[in-house]
Nanobody, 111 residues
């Protein structure tokens, strides 16, 4: 069964904003740290941001100050608000929980 489903990926111009969502099954979401990862063509998958159940957040150096991770524990949904997007942010973005990955959503930043 599908346990993590991302959405919100799109084509956006440099400097633009986008919000990604990850809907999780309750059994996966509850009590777990959740993450966003991304993978650009030809590159390794990299950690973008992490959020604990209590809302403590950490960010990768490449996105700190531009991206915001959040979660709604009542709805089992995690978000990634992305501002000031750059072409180098182009990647497939993945939702992650311990032992589980989503299918990914494509974000393309281009004029």
């Amino acid at each position: 069964q599908v346990q993590l489903v991302e959405s919100g990926g799109d084509l956006v111009q440099p400097g633009g904003s986008l919000t990604l969502s990850c809907v999780a099954s309750r059994s996966i979401f509850r009590g777990n740290v959740m993450d966003w990862y991304r993978q650009a063509p030809g590159k390794l998958r990299e950690l973008v941001a992490t959020i604990t159940v209590g809302g403590i957040t950490t960010y990768g150096a490449n996105v700190k100050g531009r991206f915001t991770i959040s979660r709604d524990n009542a709805k089992s949904v995690m978000y990634l608000q992305m501002n000031s997007l750059k072409p180098e942010d182009t990647a497939v973005y993945y939702c992650h929980a311990p032992g589980t990955w989503g299918q990914g959503t494509q974000v393309t930043v281009s004029s």
